[in-house]
């Protein structure tokens, strides 16, 4: 079992940057594929993001390449989403995911475990 906490989220103004985190708990952290998701009302859970388990693979979503970065601290059980020139269409509710698959995933059920969520806010 995986417990993720989110954590990072809160208002920003267009342009600005926001950085959230993932606390996973567990020893084989490093075994599983991590991804960001978000989810913005009456829109369905979109992938973002996505870093193999040891860091070396990642993948991104057309709509953030180039603005989001996703990475992980193995040694913290965490995963980074550091997000550049937020806009307004980022509002979200942002979820960490873990997958014991390993590698790079992209779709959302083959994700095992789910966190809670946090909420970004980008004003104009």
């Known amino acids: 079992q995986v417990q993720l906490v989110e954590s990072g989220g809160g208002l920003v103004q267009a342009g600005g940057s926001l950085r959230l985190s993932c606390a996973a708990s567990?020893?084989?952290?490093?075994?599983?594929?991590m991804g960001w998701f978000r989810q913005a009302p009456g829109k369905e859970r979109e992938f973002l993001a996505t870093?193999?388990?040891?860091?070396?693979?990642?993948d991104y979503a057309d709509s953030v390449k180039g603005r989001f970065t996703i990475s992980r601290d193995n040694a913290k059980n965490t995963v980074y989403l550091q997000m550049n020139n937020l806009k307004p269409e980022d509002t979200a509710v942002y979820y960490c995911?873990?997958?014991?698959?390993?590698?790079?995933?992209?779709?959302?059920?083959?994700?095992?475990?789910w966190g809670q969520g946090t909420q970004v806010t980008v004003s104009s």
């Open positions: 870093i193999s388990g040891s860091g070396i693979s990642t």
């Open positions: 567990g020893r084989t952290f490093s075994y599983y594929a």
């Open positions: 995911a873990a997958s014991r698959r390993g590698i790079v995933v992209v779709d959302s059920y083959k994700y095992d475990y």
